[in-house]
């Protein structure tokens, strides 16, 4: 039976995501401003159109909050006293990578402004900032990186409904053996593959090593029988140079 997921599956997983994104509101937002007046003007903007905030006068302080509250958007000022908007950047990246951050700075320029999108800030506003261009550019920086983790999310739901797609088989001893391999692919133990030609043992390895946590290492299929045994040795674990004859070069394993 080959592993899929139907239109049905896949319009759920959707709506579960909606319904988790609904329960958390319109967004919690830390405001990052040494500037205290600025900060609290911010906030009382974006909390009269539904937001929740905090607010952080010191580059500092607002490190200190991001590693306490899992916050949906950083909105803060690049130049500040202690410790600058690109650091915010990062630490709140580093933190959470689901956080969208946003900038503003009263000194802009564009080199400013291209250096802080490509340390990952989604948008970038001038000071003095309008309070309707605020709530716009808040709102379309949410609904961004919420895209950005719903579709996370679905990538890794779909990776492991997905490992298995290649072996078709409707018999049961081959849903067992799915089954079986589903239960031990994220196992760090050794698996003996045994079976007739053409029954699919190399896929089932495939499907074992996509779905295993050495997913991102090489996987290297060797047919055993037309090697002899230095051969094999060698394309798994290399040679020296001059190690057999004909070995001209030093080869790295695999």
Excluded at 56 to 68: K, V
Excluded at 167 to 191: F, H, Y
Excluded at 215 to 220: H, I, Y
Aim: aromatic share 4%; hydrophobic share 40%; proline share 2%.
């Amino acid at each position: 039976m080959s592993v899929d997921t139907t239109t049905e599956e896949l319009q759920a997983d959707s709506d579960e995501a909606a319904s988790e994104d609904a329960d958390r509101g319109r967004g919690l937002i830390l405001i990052v401003d040494d500037d205290r007046n600025h900060a609290e003007g911010s906030r009382d903007v974006l909390e009269m159109v539904g937001f929740r905030c905090d607010v952080a006068t010191s580059g500092a302080e607002g490190i200190s909050m991001l590693s306490q509250r899992q916050y949906d958007l950083v909105l803060t000022d690049l130049v500040m006293d202690d410790v600058d908007g690109m650091e915010i950047i990062r630490q709140a990246q580093q933190i959470n990578p689901f956080v969208a951050v946003v900038v503003f700075t009263g000194h802009a320029t564009i080199e400013t402004a291209v250096e802080a999108l490509k340390r990952g800030a989604v948008d970038y506003l001038v000071k003095p900032l309008n309070i309707e261009g605020l709530r716009v550019r808040v709102e379309r920086a949410l609904e961004h990186q919420e895209l950005v983790r719903v579709n996370r999310e679905l990538e890794e739901r779909l990776d492991k409904r997905f490992g298995f797609e290649k072996i078709v088989g409707n018999s049961e001893p081959m849903r067992k053996v799915i089954e079986l391999c589903k239960q031990i692919a994220e196992t760090d133990v050794s698996v003996l593959i045994t079976g007739e030609n053409g029954t699919g043992k190399e896929l089932i390895a495939q499907a074992l090593h996509e779905n295993s946590l050495r997913k991102g290492r090489p996987l290297v299929p060797l047919n055993c029988a037309a090697l002899s045994p230095q051969l094999v040795e060698s394309e798994l674990f290399g040679h020296e140079k001059g190690a057999f004859t004909g070995a001209n070069f030093q080869k790295k394993g695999r």
